[in-house]
């Protein structure tokens, strides 16, 4: 069978052993063929391991076969011949092992040369998604835990857009608590004529919060009349509208430098734009009969939670649940997303795994938790100082202002980089770039390459190591590659048509094998949300390449057209990946 690679081995391999299945045992057709890649020490790339939880299902009904090893025996001698596979074992309870030819895994390679690395996306099964991350308050601080949710949600989007989805990239903005009651009277009282505020003006977002929160506390008079322009707010009041506009317009501004800085696309759509729908919303769960009448409020009673989800408060006023149960419908409904991605701190997980199922009762999901339409909320864990508690700055001030954690890392970066004499060979914008895309690079990868539940610890030094896996270290290693390539004096678009890779050596073989695992990382990334696991990927292409290039001449060899297509495929996968981070390249050190 002719086998063109269609991005990930693992399903192609799956393909093949579930026909093997259906001519092994006609009957058990629907059980799920499972292919892994073998772990190290293993003689093969891949391993099928069904032979023993099939023999459980048929040893009961005659069958003819006598044990595990000979039902993965027979799954073996029925599996279709394929130009991919080189030869198959079984080992132990009926493990079976594949070997894949090094000569389709080199015209893969050679495929996606020429095509390029888009040939290589995954296929989802979803058209449309939403992800929802970012999502900071307005006018109070975007700390960060608004980083992460930035830096790790982004990632997803590029992650899923990269495998054909359509992204709304939504940035939940919290722009319509009560906090706003007071921000705008402590406006009105410091700035009589509303329209001469300007940001300047204003100064910082953060201490206006803190000053009006300061007088709602300690003054009952000013206390009222916040409440109550919460209500006039809420009404519709045009001076408050207004009001409530320029409040939001200032945060807008600080949060868009964060976001130009670290190059993330978000559209704005508010926990404000929601509320118009609220109330046919809570009417359509009325209708369905999840809401009932406790103390006051309204709330919907929950299987396994202790206490119930509110979702009208006591004064009759909306809250944080009953706006994301109307942005749930409408992503749903009017948007017609089939995947629904929540990005917030771990801490907010009992909020979210309470509207989903709530949301599952009045029948707008499924029941089951990866079918599709899906919702799935994705907890990161705590960014912690060196000294083990929660982030905080030097000034111990209460909260570390993103933009200036960016700079830190770019005047860092360009430091090491001026050490390192570049200052005297480049021209200062190839300076500042380099040192920019380092820079950031590193602040991303530090945050990325952890499992996301984890609480991380945020180290300078550490992030900006160029040993180690760090974005300094890939970043350089990749820019490495790009100068044996350059050095050979080669044109390497002519060679992508003209030359040939083989994959003869162990070395250049484990590499190869290495690039063709690109499209399973993604989709597995995807479907886990995980963008550690692309991480993980990177460094260990990296490492690969290394060991490869330590051993191999390059430029000069016999082999160099080969070894050259070899440098460019691993140079242009890491770039993907880095594309993916959020990371942009660089191509000189
Ligand atoms: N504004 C919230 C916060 O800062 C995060 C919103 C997350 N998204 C959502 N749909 N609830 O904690």
């Not at 086998?3 to 093997?20: P, R, V, W």
């Not at 891949?46 to 076969?65: D, H, P, R, V």
């Not at 599952?360 to 705590?382: E, I, M, N, Q």
């Not at 040939?500 to 399973?520: I, K, M, Q, S, Y």
Request: aromatic share 10%; proline share 4%; hydrophobic share 40%.
């Amino acid at each position: 069978m002719a086998a063109e690679y269609t991005g990930n081995l693992k399903h192609q391999l799956e393909i093949l052993f579930d026909e093997s299945l259906r001519l092994t045992v006609p009957d058990e057709t629907g059980v799920e063929i499972k292919v892994a890649a073998s772990q190290p020490g293993i003689p093969g790339d891949y391993q099928c391991n069904n032979a023993m939880s099939l023999w459980s299902i048929i040893k009961g009904k005659g069958t003819q076969f006598r044990g595990p090893p000979a039902v993965g025996q027979a799954l073996l001698n029925n599996l279709p011949t394929s130009e991919m596979v080189e030869s198959c074992s079984v080992a132990g309870p009926g493990f079976v092992n594949v070997v894949l030819s090094s000569n389709w895994m080199a015209k893969s390679i050679e495929n996606m040369l020429i095509d390029g690395i888009d040939t290589w996306a995954p296929t989802l099964p979803v058209k449309r998604a939403v992800v929802d991350f970012s999502s900071p308050n307005i006018a109070k601080e975007m700390h960060v835990g608004h980083l992460r949710s930035t830096i790790i949600g982004d990632t997803l989007a590029r992650m899923l857009e990269y495998s054909k989805v359509e992204v709304l990239r939504r940035n939940h903005v919290g722009d319509w608590g009560t906090q706003f009651g007071m921000l705008i009277e402590y406006l009105f009282e410091e700035f009589p004529d509303t329209d001469s505020v300007t940001e300047t003006a204003i100064g910082d977002l953060q201490s206006f919060y803190k000053k009006s929160k300061r007088k709602f506390d300690d003054d009952p008079d000013f206390k009222e009349k916040a409440q109550k322009a919460v209500v006039r707010l809420q009404g519709g009041d045009p001076i408050y509208r207004k009001a409530w506009a320029k409040i939001c317009e200032i945060s807008r501004t600080e949060f868009a430098t964060v976001y130009q800085r670290l190059r993330v696309e978000l559209e704005e759509k508010g926990e404000s734009f929601y509320n118009p729908y609220i109330p046919q919303v809570i009417e359509e769960l009325n209708s369905k009969g999840l809401i009932e009448e406790s103390e006051g409020a309204r709330v919907i009673f929950l299987e396994g939670f202790k206490i119930p989800l509110m979702v009208v408060k006591s004064d009759g006023g909306f809250n944080y649940a009953s706006t994301d149960l109307t942005a749930l419908w409408y992503r749903l409904n009017e948007e017609k997303a089939e995947w629904i991605i929540y990005l917030t701190d771990v801490g907010q997980q009992p909020h979210f795994h309470m509207f989903f199922k709530a949301a599952r009762k009045a029948g707008w999901l499924p029941d089951s938790d990866k079918t599709y339409p899906r919702v799935d909320h994705v907890g990161f864990g705590l960014v912690m100082g060196d000294d083990r508690k929660r982030f905080r700055t030097r000034a111990a001030a209460d909260v570390v202002r993103l933009v200036d954690l960016l700079d830190e890392a770019k005047t860092r970066s360009k430091t090491a980089l001026v050490e390192r004499g570049k200052d005297k060979e480049w021209t200062p914008e190839e300076l500042d770039q380099t040192a920019e895309a380092v820079g950031y690079g590193a602040v991303k990868y530090a945050d990325l390459k952890n499992n996301r539940s984890t609480n991380y610890t945020f180290n300078f030094d550490q992030m900006l190591s160029d040993k180690g896996n760090t974005a300094v270290y890939l970043l350089y290693a990749h820019a490495r590659i790009c100068s044996i390539i350059r050095k050979s004096g080669k044109d390497i678009d002519e060679l992508k048509k003209t030359g040939n890779v083989a994959l003869d050596h162990p070395e250049e073989r484990a590499l190869g094998l290495h690039l063709l695992r690109f499209a399973e990382t993604v989709e597995e990334a995807c479907n886990n949300l995980l963008p550690n696991v692309l991480c993980q990927y990177l460094y260990d292409l990296s490492e690969r390449f290394t060991t490869f290039y330590s051993i191999h001449q390059v430029n000069g060899s016999p082999e160099e057209a080969s070894r050259l297509l070899l440098c460019e495929a691993t140079a242009i996968v890491m770039r993907k990946c880095f594309h993916l981070l959020g990371i942009t390249p660089v191509y000189k050190i």
